[in-house]
């Protein structure tokens, strides 16, 4: 079974794979090192040790650089991508956890889980620009895509927390259900999507309104429902296809954007958290913390192809086209 | 601060935060409190091992913390959580300090006292709208025959931390275990919950023994000779696959691990325990909150800190959720439904219906790091897993539904 899986996959690699290059960075929480991984060949290509417990990471806007959350060293690293070595780095709080990046490619967007905050960041003067106040345990950071709102969520507060970017000021709280792990915008900006780990479900809200649209909840027929527990979400810009992170459940939940129905659920590795799109977003690759590995998911076929062994557990994934 | 004389004997409980102002609408506009209520009493418990500090407010800053977190909560919703702390002396008044606590309002209370006291309050008359969590007494017949409809219990019960602790031993194959039984009252309980887990889970006591420490002191010179020749000798037997320890007090169990006649792992009150807390648990964002605990009280948190947190961010759950403040709603959406708490145990912790029991997994842990978290995987429940810990709706004798 497994060998025919392999074999089909090999030929569905082939089929899809994309004409330039892409570059694979993986974050591994317990074993404190970056993965690299060669986006064509799906072959390690480098591990490179960075600081204390990694977690979120994302590209510089100009991907010469990769922002690491190094959690456990209450910083931020910059990892140069050529060198693959640590240049520097930047003021980020206490206990960085999760970040987004301007769609201009600054400032840096950083929750703080552990003070109640959120941290802006000028990544060039690498300088504090402000200090958002928000819920308990902030985590979650989205941004629209003109970048005028920030979307924060609060784990243990429970609420998404809608954040002007001009002003640094709260705007709206809306309240979803229990510990809000992430946020992400849809593509046209009218949406942002809240998973809840606890409660189970993804929230749609409404940019426009702040009201709730629905709420989308799963169901896999043989598993617990209190293993089913949402994390990360990633939409396509096509506005076709949601993807949801269901941790242990060890599945990924495809879902229709439009019509919020769930199309599947893709087994994928042990309690698998963050998801990442390639450029061209023919390709989903999931973290999957318990089984130390990313699952290749094949965006268009929606099947998972390959899974590729990473550091100890992974827990961010981004790919540099 | 306030002070309250309460009782003939001239038993003084002091109240933190004043009650006058608890009560009323705050000055701002809009912003509605929530008063909830803290009683302990204060009773020695000094840890035989010298590692350990002898804590003196063990529970009220997990109380503190909760209330700040639903403060935090709070301000996006005009929400104001206030704390007031009844603390008793060791054999005080605690019916005095509780019936203060009503007549200055209070419904919603935060009980940290053993299961006599317990049931004191919660059987006064006055007591009979008011919601009382259980944060510290885990006795079983408190879940069972000793039910009280306004109470409800965070604190897992000996039931749920044995039969926590024997799915690990049945996972591990350990199924023979030597149990050692403690001359207190809870020693004794806790060995029984020990010999119904292991009845429940197809485990076997081929031995069993009763020690009386008598009073021992935590210092002693040279202490450790006579215990290495004692230790041996009250675990002589044969074929067993662990040492359960039940010693609540803390009184000689430390002095087992490495000195059992078989070299066998010592599990129970000491040595691998079963907890609902423990300092080196950082799963399911735990961190966060060993971080902030720490940061606030200054010390590592607790079980019953843990429990008081839990207490106290029910309400404040409650009160997010139907934006009320009014205890009767916090009350009944707290027993409904809806209700589900995230407690860093990585799926929602909701309240048994038939017993008040809060359902939850129980860590299992060494006194420097995590070994395991139960319900184990394979030990099947037709609602919930969680349900395979503790006295389950047809074995509890308590129907509150």
């Known amino acids: ?321 | 601060m306030r002070f309250l004389r309460t009782s003939p004997i001239g038993v003084v409980v002091g109240m933190l935060a004043a009650f006058t102002g608890a009560f009323a609408q705050d000055k701002q506009a809009d912003v509605a409190t929530v008063p909830i209520a803290y009683i302990t009493e204060r009773i020695a418990h000094v840890p035989l091992s010298l590692v350990e500090p002898i804590l003196t407010d063990a529970g009220v800053q997990g109380a503190r913390l909760g209330i700040a977190d639903n403060n935090t909560t709070g301000r996006f919703l005009g929400q104001k959580f206030v704390l007031d702390e009844a603390v008793v002396p060791e054999g005080g008044d605690v019916g005095a300090a509780f019936e203060a606590l009503l007549a200055a309002g209070h419904r919603l209370i935060v009980a940290d006292l053993q299961a006599d006291d317990l049931l004191a309050i919660a059987d006064l008359p006055a007591a009979r709208d008011v919601l009382i969590f259980n944060t510290r007494a885990p006795d079983d017949a408190l879940r069972n025959d000793a039910c009280r409809a306004n109470v409800l219990h965070v604190i897992p019960s000996r039931a749920m931390r044995a039969d926590a602790l024997a799915q690990y031993l049945v996972w591990k194959k350990w199924r023979d275990w030597f149990l050692i039984v403690g001359a207190g009252d809870g020693d004794r309980r806790y060995a029984e919950a020990i010999r119904r887990a292991a009845t429940k889970f197809g485990a076997e006591i081929v031995g069993a023994r009763d020690y009386d420490a008598g009073s021992t002191a935590r210092r002693t010179d040279t202490g450790h000779a006579q215990i290495q020749k004692q230790m041996p000798v009250l675990t002589q037997g044969e074929g067993y696959d662990v040492v359960v320890v039940a010693d609540e007090s803390d009184l000689f169990g430390e002095y087992l691990p490495y000195r059992t006649w078989l070299p066998r792992p010592v599990v129970g009150t000491q040595g691998l325990v079963p907890t609902s807390w423990h300092r080196s648990f950082e799963q399911w964002g735990a961190t966060q909150m060993q971080n902030r605990f720490h940061a606030a009280a200054g010390r590592g948190m607790s079980e019953r800190d843990y429990t008081a947190w839990l207490a106290v961010r029910s309400i404040g759950e409650a009160a997010t959720r139907t934006d009320s403040t009014d205890a009767a709603t916090i009350e009944a959406y707290i027993r409904g439904d809806e209700f589900a708490l995230a407690g860093f145990k990585g799926l929602a912790l909701t309240y048994r219906a038939w017993n008040g029991q809060l359902r939850q997994p129980v860590l299992l842990a060494a006194p420097r790091a995590l070994v395991s978290v139960s319900p184990q995987e394979g030990f099947l429940h037709q609602h919930s897993e969680l349900d395979t810990l503790g006295f389950d709706r047809p074995e509890s004798t308590c129907r509150l539904d």
């Not at chain 1, 924060?152 to 809306?174: G, L």
């Not at chain 1, 510990?179 to 780990?197: H, N």
């Not at chain 1, 087994?267 to 999957?288: H, I, K």
């Open chain 1, 1 to 321: 079974m497994k060998t025919q899986l392999s074999l089909a996959g090999a030929a569905l690699l082939a089929l899809v794979m994309p004409a330039a290059a892409e570059t694979i960075y993986v974050s591994n929480e317990k074993s404190n090192d970056i993965t690299v991984i060669d986006g064509e060949t799906l072959e390690v290509t480098a591990t490179v040790a960075v600081g204390q417990r990694p977690r979120g990471i994302t590209l510089s806007h100009d991907h010469k650089f990769l922002y690491i959350c190094a959690s456990d060293d209450d910083t931020v690293e910059v990892l140069d991508l050529e060198a693959l070595e640590i240049v520097g780095t930047m003021p980020s709080g206490p206990d960085p956890e999760l970040f987004v990046l301007h769609p201009d490619g600054n400032p840096l967007y950083i929750a703080n889980e552990d003070d109640n905050m959120v941290t802006v960041v000028d990544v060039e003067k690498g300088t504090v620009l402000a200090e958002v106040p928000v819920g308990v345990e902030p985590e979650g950071m989205g941004i629209s895509p003109d970048g005028a709102v920030l979307v924060n969520t609060s784990e243990t507060t429970n609420m998404a927390h809608f954040i002007d970017t001009a002003t640094h000021q709260i705007t709206a709280n809306v309240l979803v259900d229990n510990r809000p792990r992430f946020a992400e915008f849809s593509g046209d900006g009218k949406q942002v999507w809240v998973s809840a780990e606890i409660g189970g479900t993804v929230s749609v809200i409404d940019t426009g309104t702040k009201e709730i649209i629905t709420k989308i909840g799963f169901e896999i027929p043989g598993v617990q429902p209190e293993a089913i527990q949402p994390v990360g979400v990633a939409l396509t810009d096509d506005g076709k296809y949601a993807f949801v992170a269901l941790g242990p459940s060890n599945r990924v939940a495809v879902i229709d954007q439009q019509s919020f129905e769930v199309l599947e659920y893709l087994l994928v590795g042990q309690r698998v958290w963050q998801l990442g799109f390639n450029a061209d977003q023919s390709r989903l690759y999931t973290t999957n913390g318990n089984s130390n590995d990313i699952s290749v998911i094949d965006v268009a076929d929606r099947e998972v192809v390959k899974s590729i062994t990473v550091g100890q557990a992974p827990w961010g994934v981004v790919v540099k086209p």
